[in-house]
């Protein structure tokens, strides 16, 4: 046993130690008076303005305000919660933690030519957020209770997950992940990829705007070629560059994310108006040597338009993306004036043999070469940066309410790209 000394210390007066006493009590009472005062009005709110410069009308403009602002302007502690309202109207939001666009998320309904908003965010811990209408969704879904055997699994059933470290037993048709990889959608389209050596991008075109992924591949791994209620798969991919998909120009020959040590994706967001989907390429073997790539897929309500976020950890010669080629549809190019430009085709190249049109848009300035293949278009960009941002999209003409032409896909995308370069200016209040 260690002694320890006993340490005397002189005595307060009575008198004082009432008088300390009397200050706790009323300090701890005035707390309390103020804790039943913010819970009776325990809302912080700060307004934003929101300015349209230019002459035409916008919908379903995407808002991100990040969690580094939020911490700025709100002094609440953690737990709290977030409302936006325009006026007396909500606006639905959600809080994002992980991927590309953390912070409150909201998708502003319509903002006229030229016009001035204001919108009003209130923070609480006392909040209870409603739950909004679902229209965005990501998923992953893979199998349990089977078994691998010469790389196609057998038996089981498929369950959604958060996350999925890619089995190397898995490659492509092993019928292990339902439609093959991770699946988005906004309320208008869907798309999903391949999660294995092929890694290109597909797309689910909707007849509804309620979520579908759900449904999709679980009645049979082919059924979403054939047309269904809620839509079909209406682009054929095969060995092309498909919708956006991610790649370099090898050999005058656009080479998709094949060769890896290993795959890893993870649903980063799946909310009411705000989904998205991250992966890790680890190791892509490249002539100069073995990269990672981390690529995040979004999607927000409103919108056809997918932004794809790519980071390297070595820089890439020719970085690259691209469109399928397909003697059905017609090549349209803008005139990259803007700070952002598109390459897409039109026609009836969809897999219903109707109209689709699909197109990649990016940023003017890094843009080296607009090449092609014997299977793809293909948009190579500045390789001296390890990061490469840019949006794809797909327009079906069995959507509600969709573009059934091409003069009205050319429409559609020069306001996209106007758009793009002309974002919103938004400002404290």
Known sequence: MIYQPRIFRKSKPLFSQLILGFVLVVALSCAQEKKIENSENSFESVHFSMENSLSIDRSS?????????????????????????????????????KGSDKGLVFVLPFIGANQKLEIEVKASSD???????????????????????????????????DS???????????WFIRYEGPGWESDLVGYRFYLDWRNGIDVFGKKVNT?????????????????????????????????????????????????????????????????????????????AGKTDILANISIHSGTRLSKMDLESTNSIANFATGLIKD??????????????????????????????GIAVIYPTAQLTQDTEDELSHILVFDSGSKKLSYYFLAAWEQEPGGITTQEEFIAYLDQEILKLSNPLKIAVK
């Open 327 to 356: 003697a059905k549809a017609e090549v349209l190019k803008s005139d990259g004036s803007l700070a952002y430009s598109y390459l897409a085709t039109y026609g009836p190249q969809s897999l219903a043999e109707d109209n689709l």
């Open 211 to 287: 979520p579908v992924l759900q449904e999709v591949g679980q009645d049979g791994f082919d059924s979403y070629h054939e047309p269904a209620n809620w839509g079909m798969d209406v682009l054929k991919v095969g060995k092309t560059l498909g919708l956006g998909s991610i790649a370099t120009l090898e050999d005058g020959k656009a080479r998709r994310v094949d060769v890896t040590d290993s795959l890893y994706a993870e649903i980063t967001n799946n909310g009411p108006v705000y989904s998205s989907v991250f992966t890790r390429y680890s190791g892509w073997d490249l002539p």
């Open 61 to 97: 403009e995407m808002i991100v305000i990040s969690l580094e602002e939020l911490k700025e302007k709100f002094y609440l502690e953690d737990g709290v919660s977030y409302r936006v309202f325009l006026g007396e109207e909500e606006v639905p939001s959600q809080l994002n933690e």
């Open 127 to 161: 909040i209870t957020v409603p739950n909004y209408p679902k229209l965005t969704q990501a998923e992953l879904s893979h199998k349990f209770g089977g078994e691998f055997k010469d790389r196609e699994y057998l038996g089981g059933h498929f369950e959604n997950v």
């Open 164 to 174: 999925l470290h890619v089995p190397a037993a898995h490659t492509d048709h092993s």
